[in-house]
């Protein structure tokens, strides 16, 4: 290391002058410190750590300051720091790397200063025990507030669950025992129901704790239709059915309307309890359930493909009150108008980037409760309108898988993953079903519901392998889309041949 001077002087007698001298490589730069700018010639192979020791020991020396790098605080402490070299922007140099790995060149400017020395910990392990103790609090979290109460929640929940279990215990008893009706389990637990919809409020206005207000809410969709089932008298029918499904029904709108829960449970509740109703009503008034099952499915498959619209209805999605530039009315002549009738409309503007991502996340949460509430008819479906060797049953046997096809061809449609997989589960599901129902009907049967079975578990292997990583051909999706536009136009009238309707027509 060199320190270029403005004097020049001869050398002692026995030195020789620096241009005899064979240096390492060095490198010309400007160091300030202290705020004062040298000139140094400095090694460039060297490491900045072995750089810099020697560097501060002379820029110090040169300095009219004979503290020490660093100036002590009000108390007479000094803080300790590590010397190392920056750059003008201030990245520091690596105290590792020599000054030419890191792309130091003749006539660039660097700062000598301290900075904050980073201390390192290395833990001491004494004992196996100890160690598996730090690995297990490392990788497993602990217990927390948030912990205690989802704890409480869940467990206030078990506990509803077990004492509405009790009182249909007792009901079901006082019935086997010749009692038509009995108002004491259902008062009971209409009477807790009353008493926690009181605490969940309680404690959302009094606490704000979203856990525990929702585990005292959603068991109301257990405790309200479980009392409508046994302050109903007799015993369990349609009826029972149908009262349950509106208590439930009518429970879910006011959680899903007026209740901070989210709401895709209450949504999903309000759904699949109304359709129950619906169900319970059309078959209390003496239509045939098989029926109901056939209709059932050619509206499921309906509400299917229009799911996104309906959602979006749902979620209130803000549309500008003016036509748009993709509206058709912009792109008419309006030339036949008056030029006094054209006007600015008055309006509340265009609606605003949040506006737009709640409805968005309100039409998702509805689009999956709109598909969760179909899968369930479709299950139901499958099950209630197949009966092999009763009416038309390869005619149903048809209907239904086809139906199941549709769906299957449909998970497409749906960008988001458990959408689409709740989709595809559900037409594989509705085939599964239709041949364990043979299985269960006819014994002969078994070895070709085994070689369905089968078949589906190989052909949902083949698809997850084989689909996500093919991309195909425009032409090749469009045959697809076709296809299944084909078995949508197929299903109303099966339906209709299924309800007898042809029957009806071309003889009465």
């Not at 105290?95 to 200063?113: P, W, Y």
Request: aromatic residues 8%; hydrophobic residues 55%.
């Amino acid at each position: 290391m060199t320190i270029t001077g403005q004097r020049h002087q001869d050398p002692p007698p026995g030195l020789l002058p620096g241009a005899q001298v064979r240096l390492a490589e060095q490198v010309r730069v400007a160091v300030i410190f202290s705020g004062q700018q040298t000139d140094m010639s400095l090694p460039a192979a060297s490491p900045v750590a072995a750089v810099v020791d020697a560097l501060a020991r002379i820029l110090q020396g040169q300095s009219e300051d004979e503290g020490g790098l660093r100036r002590p605080d009000d108390a007479g402490m000094i803080s300790a720091g590590l010397v190392t070299l920056t750059r003008m922007d201030g990245r520091p140099l690596d105290r590792t790397q020599s000054l030419s790995a890191q792309g130091v060149a003749d006539g660039d400017l660097l700062v000598l200063e301290v900075t904050d020395a980073e201390i390192e910990f290395t833990p001491i392990i004494e004992s196996p025990s100890s160690a598996v103790a730090v690995l297990n609090a490392a990788r497993f979290s602990a217990v927390t507030a948030d912990t205690a109460r989802a704890f409480a929640g869940i467990a206030a929940a078990a506990a509803v669950a077990a004492v509405t279990a009790l009182l249909g215990l007792s009901w079901w008893r006082t019935l086997d025992a010749g009692v038509d009706f009995t108002p004491l389990p259902g008062a009971v637990a209409a009477g807790l129901g009353v008493l926690l919809a009181i605490g969940a409020t309680l404690v959302w206005w009094r606490q704000r704790d979203p856990v525990i207000a929702a585990s005292l809410w959603l068991p109301l969709l257990v405790v309200f239709p479980a009392a409508a089932v046994m302050l109903t008298p007799g015993r369990p029918g349609v009826w029972h059915l149908l009262f349950a499904a509106v208590t439930a029904a009518t429970i879910a709108a006011l959680l899903w309307g007026f209740s901070p829960l989210p709401k895709g449970v209450p949504a999903w509740v309000t759904l699949t309890a109304s359709t129950v109703a619906v169900m319970a009503g059309v078959y209390a008034g003496g239509v045939s359930l098989f029926y109901v099952w056939v209709t059932v499915l050619a509206v499921a498959v309906i509400v299917t493909a229009k799911a996104p619209g309906i959602a979006g209805m749902m979620a209130g999605i803000p549309v500008p009150p003016f036509p748009t530039i993709t509206g058709r009315e912009v792109l008419d002549d309006a030339s036949h108008l008056a030029d006094e009738a054209l006007m600015a409309a008055e309006h509340q503007g265009t609606p605003s980037l949040a506006e737009l991502t709640r409805a968005a996340t309100a039409a998702n949460t509805y689009l999956t409760a709109l598909l969760s509430t179909c899968s369930v008819f479709f299950l139901g479906g499958a099950i209630g309108v197949v009966w092999p060797g009763q009416g038309r049953w390869w005619l149903a046997t048809v209907y239904v898988v086809i139906i199941a096809i549709i769906l299957v061809l449909r998970g497409r449609a749906f960008t988001t993953r458990s959408q689409a997989v709740l989709v595809v589960a559900t037409g594989l599901l509705m085939l599964l079903a239709v041949a364990v129902k043979y299985a269960l009907v006819w014994p002969a049967a078994g070895y070709w519901a085994v070689g369905v079975i089968v078949a589906l578990g190989v052909a949902g292997l083949v698809i997850a392998a084989t689909v996500p990583q093919r991309v195909f051909s425009p032409i090749f999706r469009k045959l697809v889309e076709w296809g299944e536009y084909l078995l949508i136009v197929l299903v109303i009238p099966l339906q209709l041949w299924l309800l007898n309707l042809y029957y009806l027509v071309r003889n009465h």
